[in-house]
């Protein structure tokens, strides 16, 4: 059992470049999420799904696109990097019963901007 | 908006304490609340959930308590060892279980 799983792991961009991050799932979850951690701040949520086909803004999505295609797969875009998205990124997925479900976290996405 | 905090930003033992890591959420109006560690350079390890409707959880050495009305959860963690080292988050959930952090907590443990 995988659990969540980030391609790749790191990556390096010039400014303008675009690029799309991959998070794969193999616990059934209906729900999915990205989010992106910057140093001496908590984790900050990019956009979110509840559902294969649908997708929905989070705290900081500019600049920033998704699509959920497939239940198990949950994509993060970047159109054209900017220094400013350099930071690791996460992504989780859980069952869509918040009351008592955890969130499961995939190891992470470095990503640099120069 | 949702704000958490977390208190003390790092801290420093030796073996075997016992310590406290303290949260608090601005807004009580939560579903959950969780505990993760992360291990530098790591993803986050989920240590413990508390539903909305509990005051508490606990998992080995591991405590943690929850008063949704004043917003404030602590970790409690017992016989503190190296291997405790990391950086401790605390998170609250929405209805959708979409989660506000606080900034974290880095212990380290003295051997």
């Known amino acids: 059992n995988a659990g969540v799983t980030q391609t790749p792991k790191f990556r390096v961009l010039k400014t303008g470049q675009s690029m799309t991050l991959l998070c794969a799932q193999d616990?059934?979850?209906?729900?999915m999420y990205w989010y992106r951690q910057d140093p001496g701040m908590g984790l900050r949520l990019i956009h979110y799904?509840?559902?294969?086909?649908?997708?929905a803004k989070g705290e900081v999505p500019d600049g920033y696109n998704v699509s959920r295609l497939k239940k198990q797969n949950f994509l993060l875009g970047l159109e054209s990097a900017a220094p400013s998205q350099t930071s690791v990124y996460f992504c989780?997925?859980?069952?869509?019963?918040?009351?008592?479900?955890?969130?499961?976290f995939g190891q992470g996405t470095r990503l640099t901007v120069v | 908006k949702q704000e958490v905090t977390q208190i003390p930003a790092a801290l420093s033992v030796p073996e075997g304490e016992n310590l406290v890591l303290n949260c608090s959420f601005t807004?009580?109006?939560?579903?959950?609340l969780q505990w993760f560690r992360q291990d530098p350079g790591k993803g986050l390890t989920s240590l413990l959930l508390?539903?909305?409707?509990?005051r508490e959880q606990t998992s080995g050495r591991l405590n943690a308590s929850l008063d949704k009305s004043s917003g404030r959860s602590t970790l409690y963690i017992a016989a503190s060892q190296p291997g405790d080292s990391a950086t401790y988050l605390c998170?609250?959930?929405?209805?959708?279980?979409?989660?506000?952090f606080g900034a974290g907590t880095i212990l380290r443990v003295k051997s």
């Open positions: 807004d009580s109006a939560i579903y959950n």
């Open positions: 989780a997925s859980s069952y869509p019963r918040p009351e008592n479900t955890e969130a499961f």
């Open positions: 616990m059934n979850h209906e729900y």
């Open positions: 799904s509840v559902g294969e086909g649908t997708t």
């Open positions: 998170a609250v959930g929405d209805y959708g279980n979409k989660l506000v």
């Open positions: 508390i539903q909305s409707s509990q």
